[in-house]
């Protein structure tokens, strides 16, 4: 993450669950999901910028209303940056636009019956943010926008001073969090069951360990299930190359032996004397699926990983630390640490365990 400028919907991160911001922002920890796909095909949508505005006074004043996608603001003094929707500009008055692939908050009377429709916390962050950012460029925002695509509704905000003061504070509690360690899970959270990194953060796992009063015992959380293909090649004189959106395996003599969905492969072993194409390896990388070779014996000798979000600084710092004695040794302890607790919860959601060796386990 760049130290200078922060992007408004990292902030906004933050208000949704400041652990997940850690995880993203700061650990580079991205998982995918249908959630995210979806909303990143929405944003797809509208992130179209928008043709160059017309030059002569006289298409100003019949462009005077005008709508802006993909506008890009920076504020060198407040660190931040946002890329906008959409902005609606009516000569020096602007509306920023967030568009939102889920539903708005409801309101509730009484008697249980909807009585209306509000905007969440995270998604008036992000918009306050990205209100403050046109001020700063010289418009005029009393008003906002967020469109949910879920119900085709679209809500409107008034910027007033208590929002301002509610995004720059939530600003500045991000930046604070980045710099210290990583924010203990929600409790008991209905957030927690469609988060994409629910599998990596563990939520109720964490907290059962923690033994604090407020922690209900722990939820049967399902991650995901990898339905992927694991492929193995193995036959000496095999060739592995890339047809199209699939892999293609064929034997010495050029027979062809499979054809494999790039689609539904997770990883691919070459065992022995088996050969693979670079168009192949670049494909492979592209879509983030690792590559192993092996020995004839199954030996482990290199693994091509596909680069991922962390940033240089990052891997720089984990390579330095292992030049310190204590530092390896820390680091040993953590990865016996976290195979016993890995053992823990996999026995806590097969519910196949007594109390007995799960505390055995957690004082182990």
């Known amino acids: 993450m760049d130290p200078k400028l922060w992007p408004a919907r990292n902030v906004a991160e933050f208000a949704y669950c400041p652990r997940l911001f850690y995880y993203m922002e700061v650990e580079g920890i991205h998982v995918p999901s249908s959630d995210t796909e979806e909303g990143q095909r929405i944003h797809r949508r509208v992130d179209v910028p928008s043709a160059t505005p017309p030059e002569s006074e006289q298409d100003r004043d019949a462009a005077e209303l005008r709508k802006v996608r993909s506008l890009t603001l920076t504020s060198e003094r407040l660190g931040l940056t946002a890329t906008l929707d959409l902005a609606e500009i009516d000569g020096s008055v602007a509306v920023p636009v967030e568009y939102r692939k889920g539903r708005p908050r409801q309101v509730y009377d009484e008697d249980g019956e909807v009585i209306g429709y509000e905007s969440w916390p995270t998604d008036r962050v992000q918009i306050g943010l ?38 720059l504070e939530t600003f500045e509690a991000a930046r604070t969090c980045a710099t210290g360690s990583r924010p203990l899970p929600l409790v008991n959270d209905s957030r927690c069951p469609r988060c994409s990194l629910q599998p990596v953060c563990l939520p109720d796992e964490i907290n059962s360990l923690r033994e604090t009063s407020e922690t209900p015992s722990a939820r049967k959380l399902w991650p995901p299930r990898d339905d992927g293909i694991h492929l193995v090649t193995q036959r000496r004189g095999t060739r592995v190359g890339i047809r199209a959106s699939t892999l293609r395996v064929t034997e010495a003599d050029g027979t062809k032996t499979a054809e494999v969905p790039l689609a539904g492969v997770e990883s691919l072993s070459l065992v022995g004397a088996v050969q693979i194409s670079t168009q192949a390896l670049h494909t492979l990388a592209d879509r983030g699926i690792p590559v192993a070779y092996l020995s004839g014996a199954g030996r482990l000798i290199a693994c091509v990983d596909p680069l991922d979000a962390v940033s240089a600084d990052t891997r720089r710092n984990q390579v330095r630390r292992l030049d310190c004695e204590s530092d390896r040794v820390e680091l040993s302890r953590a990865l016996i640490v976290a195979k016993i607790r890995n053992q823990r919860v996999l026995l806590q959601r097969n519910g196949a365990a007594s109390a007995r060796i799960l505390d055995a386990l957690k004082t182990s």
């Open 130 to 167: 990205q209100a403050i950012l046109l001020e700063e460029a010289g418009y005029e925002v009393s008003s906002a926008a967020i469109y949910y695509a879920a119900e085709k509704r679209r809500l409107s905000l008034v910027v007033d001073d208590a929002l301002r003061v509610e995004a």
